[in-house]
C-alpha cells in the first residue's frame, strides 16, 4: 500500500493525470490523456456520452485500471493502488445506496472501514449538512431520488476525501431539482473546500457549478479553461457547437495587420482580432456566438469595427419569450444564426425579410482546427445543420411531453 | 329507512367484497385440494400418534385415545436419532452452502458476460434430477464401497487405515446428504446472485472497504434471500431423509436418523403411535428452527 488511507489532505489535493490510455476489449475509451486538476477546485468534464470522462472518473476511483499511464493524487501515485486504498470517494450516477442498510449505516459505512471513532456522530453531521438528519433510520428505497442523491453525497463527503468524484450525479433529477441541488452542491463545495471532479454532459450544469471546465471528445480533452473563457474563447469547431451555439466560417486569410486579421468567406472580408485568432495564415475558421449578431432591417453603415454580412432572407424565426432566433441565410456564405433579446414588442422580421447581420469586430473569434481536416465535421459544423438538429430534438421533447 | 340516504355510501364497501368473492371460488380448488391432502392426514396423524394399544388385540391394532405418553416414550427412546437428525442435516447444509456459494456466485456474477457459460453450468447443476436420487445414492455407494478403487488407492496411500471403511459411517451419510441436496443450495443462491447489482460492489470498495469486507458487508446481506431459501430448501429435506442415511443405501446401524426410526416403527415393529408421535415431532421442531432463522436472517425487507 504506497498510501495510508489516513493520510488526507485537508483541505483536498491536486489529482495529475499522465498520459493516462485506456483500451477495452474492441475499443479505446481514451486515447492520450494529461491532466491536473489543482487542490480545491471544482473540475467539470464536460463531453457528449461515449467520450471518455466516466472512463476516466473510473479510473481516478479506482474501478478500472488504465493500460498505461500514471494517476497522482497530492503527488502520490496511485496508479497501482487498489480503489479501497485511494483517499478519494464518488457520488455514482446511480447513487448506489445500500439497500439492506438504514441511511446512517450507508453514511457511517466509510467511516467504520477506516475505524474512525464517533462514526455514528458525524454520520449525523454530515445528514444535517444535506438537510435530511430526520431520516437517519429510514430505509433507501424510502427515499425520493432527490433525498438519495443527498445522502449519495453526504456517505461520500463524510469521509472527507482529498477528491470528491462526482459522475453525473443530478442526471436522475427534475429541472427545478436539479437546480436547487447544482446551488447545494456548490454551496457545501465552498464550505468544505474538497477537489471535486464533476463529470456531465449538461454544458449549463457544468458552466454554473465548476471553476474549470475541460471540454472532453473522443477520450481527449478539446479545451479546458473557465466557464467564460471557453465559451467566450472556443478554440475547436467541437467546443464551439458543444458549448452553446456558435456561427462559423471558414475562408483564406487575405491581409494582415498589427492588432487584426481579414479573412476572405466567398468575397466578404470578415476582421477578427489577432489575438483572438489562433491561426493567422491560410484556410481559417472563425466564429461568432449568435447573441453577440445584430439584425438590421437596412443596410448598415460600412465600419471598421463592424463585420457586416447581407443582403441575406429571414428563412426562420422562432419566439421564445426572452429572446428570439432568426436564422438568416446569406447567398454564397450560407446561414448564420441570431439571437436577440426581446426588447421591442415581438420580433423585428419576419420570414423572407430582406436583412443584414454585423458583430463587433472584437467578438468574433479564430479557431485553431485546420479547416481541411474538420472537413469531416462539415455536416456538424454548418451552424444551420445545428439549429434544425436542436429543433427536432426540441420538437421530439415537445411530443413526448 | 331513515338510514336511505346513506344507501349509496354503504354499497360502496359491496364492491369489494364482490371482488373477494371471485377470489375465493378461484382459491377453491387449492383450498379443497389442500384440506384434503394436507389437512386430512395431519389430523389423522396426530389422532394416530395419541392412539393407545388395544388391550387384547393383536400388534399393530390401536384405538383412539389420549395417550401423550407417547411422545415422551419416543423422546426417551430415540432422541439420539432426534439429535443425529438435526445435526446431520446441519453440517450438510453448511457444508453444501460452502460448496454451491462460490459455485452460484461463478455462474451468476462472474459469468454475466458469457450467457452461454451460464446456461451450460446451469444444465450440469440441474443434470443429476435426470436420474432418479436413489439410483445415483446407490452409484455412490458402489463408488465409495470397500472394495472400490477410490477407497482401496486410499487405502494404498496410506491415507485411510487399511480396516476403516467409508460407507457406514456418518461421514458418508453426511456426504450423501450434501451430495444429493446441492442443487436445491445452489438454485435459489443462482437466482439472486444473478441479479446482484455490481455498483453496490464498487461503492464498497470506493468506501475503504476491502475485497473480504465488501463480500461480507454487501454481497452477503444482498444475498440473503437466496441463502435463506437455499438452506431451507436444504435442511428441510434433509432433517427428515431416510434414504442417505439407511443401512441399504450409505448408512449403518450407528447413523439411523429419524426418518428411519419412523419407517422403522411404521413398516417393520408396526408400532404406528409412535411413528406419528415422531413425524410430529420432527415436523413442529422444523418449524421452530425454521421459525427463528428467518426471523434471525431479518430478511423480510429484502424477500
Same mark, same amino acid.
Given at each position: 500500500m504506497s498510501v495510508s488511507v489516513r493520510e488526507f489532505a485537508e483541505r483536498g489535493a491536486d489529482l495529475e493525470l499522465v498520459g493516462i490510455q485506456k483500451r477495452f476489449p474492441g475499443f479505446t475509451a481514451i486515447e492520450e490523456l494529461d491532466l491536473t486538476i489543482p487542490a480545491g477546485s471544482f473540475f467539470a468534464l464536460l463531453?457528449?456520452?461515449?467520450?471518455g470522462k466516466t472512463t476516466t472518473l473510473r479510473l481516478v476511483a479506482g474501478l478500472e485500471e488504465p493500460t498505461r499511464g500514471r494517476i497522482l493524487i497530492g503527488g502520490t501515485d496511485v496508479t497501482e493502488t487498489k480503489a479501497h486504498q485511494r483517499p478519494v470517494n464518488t457520488v455514482f450516477q446511480s447513487y448506489a445506496l445500500f439497500p439492506h442498510m438504514s441511511i446512517i449505516e450507508n453514511v457511517a459505512f466509510g467511516l467504520r472501514r477506516r475505524r474512525i471513532g464517533d462514526a455514528d456522530a458525524r454520520a449525523h453531521e454530515a445528514l444535517r449538512l444535506v438537510e *435530511?438528519?430526520? *431520516?437517519?433510520?429510514?430505509?433507501?428505497?424510502? *427515499?425520493?431520488g432527490g433525498q438519495q442523491q443527498r445522502v449519495a453525497l453526504a456517505r461520500a463527503i463524510v469521509n472527507r476525501p482529498a477528491l470528491l468524484l462526482l459522475d453525473?450525479?443530478?442526471?436522475? *433529477?427534475d429541472l427545478k431539482l436539479r437546480r436547487q441541488m447544482q446551488l447545494e452542491l456548490k454551496t457545501i463545495q465552498e464550505e468544505v473546500g474538497l477537489t471535486f471532479l464533476h463529470v456531465t454532459h449538461d454544458q449549463e450544469e457544468a458552466m454554473t457549478m465548476a471553476d474549470t471546465v475541460a471540454v472532453m471528445n473522443k477520450g481527449s480533452i478539446e479545451q479546458m479553461g473557465a466557464p467564460e473563457q471557453l465559451y467566450e474563447l472556443p478554440r475547436t469547431v467541437f467546443v464551439a457547437n458543444f458549448l452553446g451555439q456558435s456561427n462559423l466560417f471558414t475562408g483564406r486569410v487575405a491581409g494582415t495587420t498589427d492588432t487584426a486579421i481579414a479573412v476572405d468567406v466567398q468575397g466578404t472580408r470578415l476582421v477578427v482580432p489577432t489575438t483572438r485568432a489562433a491561426r493567422h495564415q491560410g484556410e481559417v475558421t472563425i466564429g461568432v456566438r449568435p447573441e453577440k449578431v445584430a439584425l438590421h432591417r437596412d443596410a448598415p453603415a460600412v465600419s471598421p469595427s463592424r463585420n457586416v454580412l447581407g443582403?441575406?432572407?429571414?428563412?426562420d424565426v422562432s419566439f421564445s419569450g426572452v429572446s428570439t432566433q432568426y436564422i438568416v441565410s446569406i447567398t454564397g456564405v450560407g446561414t448564420v444564426t441570431v439571437f436577440a433579446q426581446n426588447?421591442?414588442?415581438?420580433?423585428?422580421a419576419s420570414e423572407g425579410d430582406e436583412v443584414w447581420v454585423s458583430w463587433d469586430v472584437e467578438h468574433g473569434f479564430g479557431l485553431d482546427d485546420d479547416p481541411a481536416d474538420a472537413g469531416k465535421f462539415a455536416a456538424d459544423d454548418d451552424t444551420h445543420a445545428i439549429a434544425v438538429q436542436r429543433r427536432e430534438a426540441l420538437v421530439a421533447e415537445l411530443e413526448e411531453s | 329507512m331513515a338510514f336511505a340516504a346513506f344507501a349509496t355510501t354503504e354499497a360502496q364497501p359491496q364492491a369489494p367484497k364482490r371482488k373477494s368473492r371471485i377470489a375465493l371460488f378461484l382459491l377453491l380448488p387449492g383450498i379443497l385440494y389442500m384440506v384434503l391432502f394436507f389437512l386430512t392426514p395431519l389430523i389423522s396423524l396426530i389422532l394416530t400418534s395419541l392412539q393407545a394399544p388395544n388391550e387384547f388385540g393383536d400388534i399393530g391394532v390401536y384405538d383412539y385415545a389420549f395417550n401423550w405418553q407417547n411422545y415422551v416414550t419416543v423422546v426417551q427412546e430415540y432422541w439420539p436419532h432426534i439429535l443425529r437428525s438435526f445435526g446431520y442435516a446441519l453440517v450438510a447444509t453448511v457444508l453444501a452452502l460452502a460448496f454451491s456459494y462460490p459455485l452460484a456466485y461463478f455462474i451468476g456474477v462472474k459469468a454475466r458476460r458469457w450467457p452461454l457459460l451460464q446456461s451450460v453450468m446451469l444444465v450440469l447443476v440441474i443434470a443429476p434430477f435426470f436420474i432418479s436420487f436413489l439410483l445415483r445414492t446407490l452409484a455412490w455407494k458402489q463408488l465409495l464401497s470397500d472394495e472400490s478403487f477410490i477407497i482401496t488407492s486410499l487405502k494404498a496411500l496410506s491415507l485411510?487405515?487399511?480396516?476403516?471403511?467409508? &460407507?457406514? &459411517?456418518p461421514a458418508a451419510v453426511i456426504f450423501g446428504l450434501t451430495y444429493n441436496f446441492i442443487p436445491f443450495m445452489t438454485l435459489p443462491l443462482y437466482t439472486t446472485l444473478e441479479r446482484l447489482d455490481l455498483r453496490y460492489l464498487e461503492a464498497g470498495s470506493d468506501l475503504y472497504a476491502n475485497p473480504f469486507t465488501v463480500f461480507r458487508k454487501v454481497t452477503i446481506p444482498l444475498s440473503m434471500p437466496g441463502i435463506v431459501a437455499g438452506t431451507l430448501l436444504t435442511f428441510i429435506p434433509a432433517a427428515g431423509d431416510y434414504v442417505n442415511a439407511s443401512r441399504d443405501f450409505l448408512g449403518g446401524p450407528d447413523t439411523q436418523m429419524m426418518g428411519n426410526v419412523i419407517e422403522a416403527n411404521f413398516l417393520v415393529l408396526l408400532n404406528y403411535p409412535a411413528a406419528a408421535a415422531l413425524s410430529i415431532i420432527l415436523m413442529a421442531a422444523i418449524l421452530v428452527l425454521v421459525g427463528i432463522y428467518v426471523r434471525r436472517s431479518g430478511t423480510e425487507d429484502l424477500l
Open positions: 463531453g457528449p456520452s461515449g467520450c *435530511l438528519d430526520h *431520516l437517519a433510520q429510514r430505509r433507501p428505497a424510502q *427515499l425520493s453525473e450525479p443530478l442526471g436522475a *433529477l443582403p441575406g432572407h429571414v428563412i426588447i421591442g414588442i415581438g420580433p423585428i | 485411510m487405515a487399511p480396516d476403516a471403511h467409508f &460407507t457406514g &459411517t
